[in-house]
């Protein structure tokens, strides 16, 4: 072991840190005075995290968006995803999905009981992905008025709940102030609703809830490989796999993913999962995807593309071997 602990902000993603020293208007963040200084690269990953996030300008300045970010205590990609939830009119339920995010897993699974378990847990699952699931649970929870034994039935820890509840309120609370100054300001582009109508809900338009997503997680996309349940990271190219818990898991019809972290035990696993539509990535993402010119492909695609060997209208079946010996 190391005879000293490596102190945390040395070993932890800087994009919240980042997006504090900008929000206290310290702009050349690179020669802050550290009490233990990150090395350089880090801080730069956080730049360009928080760019392509919109919460920084080319300048490297907090944009409008940023300075609502800077209001939350979470990870810029959370701030992010409920900010943009209040322009496609679904925060209600996103409020309730980072709060889910924010705390321990909420399912649990005795030794004696797992098929029952998973059964249950079964009747939660939203075919769209884990974020709409994590929703579904909530709101079943709810409207059995916060009830314990229904926790207890459903093999669900009500400790995780009510510290998500907790989670939601203060949120709720932020989101309040925000509105409260920018309604005395008249200067937000992004808050610009009548007080009490920052909060709202799709009402069953769950597509929505998806597309803010997006617009906070697109880095965390991925797409199905070739190979039987692997999928790659679009930004990295990793392999990684749906975790076995989750909703998706061994569902066809799942051709782009987004996730919300990366779990590592026999392989990578992505938890919290959700599919979406590739088009979304380049209409809310555009600094970080674009379109592609689909009358060119890359020689590598070229030599993927596979010539089948049946043709059913060749009328005289040249495809045969028996036809190519003669």
């Not at 569902?251 to 979304?280: G, L």
């Amino acid at each position: 072991m190391l005879p000293n602990t490596v102190p945390e902000i040395q070993r932890q993603n800087l994009s919240n840190t980042i997006l504090m020293l900008k929000a206290m208007n310290i702009s050349n963040v690179l020669e802050f005075e550290f009490m233990d200084p990150p090395t350089e690269n880090a801080i730069l990953t956080a730049l360009n995290e928080l760019y392509i996030l919109e919460a920084l300008d080319d300048e490297g300045n907090l944009t409008e968006i940023g300075r609502y970010m800077a209001y939350f205590p979470m990870e810029p990609s959370l701030s992010k995803t409920l900010i943009k939830s209040i322009e496609f009119g679904c925060s209600e339920e996103m409020l309730t999905i980072v709060s889910m995010l924010s705390v321990p897993d909420i399912f649990f699974r005795p030794k004696e009981k797992r098929e029952i378990a998973d059964k249950v847990k079964a009747k939660f699952h939203d075919y769209n992905g884990d974020h709409l699931t994590f929703l579904h649970v909530y709101e079943k929870w709810r409207e059995n008025n916060y009830s314990k034994n229904w926790c207890q039935d459903n093999f669900i820890h009500e400790k995780s709940l009510r510290r998500a509840r907790d989670v939601r309120k203060q949120l709720i609370r932020i989101i309040d102030q925000i509105e409260r100054e920018e309604v005395r300001s008249k200067s937000s582009n992004i808050i610009n609703l009548s007080h009490g109508q920052v909060i709202r809900s799709c009402r069953g338009n769950l597509d929505q809830v998806r597309k803010a997503l997006v617009s906070g997680f697109f880095k965390n996309s991925a797409k199905k490989s070739s190979e039987e349940s692997v999928f790659n990271t679009l930004a990295d190219n990793v392999p990684v796999h749906i975790y076995p818990s989750s909703s998706l898991f061994k569902k066809s019809m799942v051709d782009y993913v987004i996730y919300h972290s990366v779990v590592m035990t026999t392989k990578e696993y992505m938890h919290c999962v959700t599919k979406i539509d590739p088009k979304w990535l380049v209409k809310y993402a555009p600094k970080f995807f674009r379109a592609c010119n689909e009358g060119e492909l890359s020689g590598r695609k070229k030599s993927m593309k596979i010539q089948p060997l049946f043709d059913r209208f060749d009328p005289k079946q040249s495809w045969r071997i028996s036809r190519g010996r003669r």
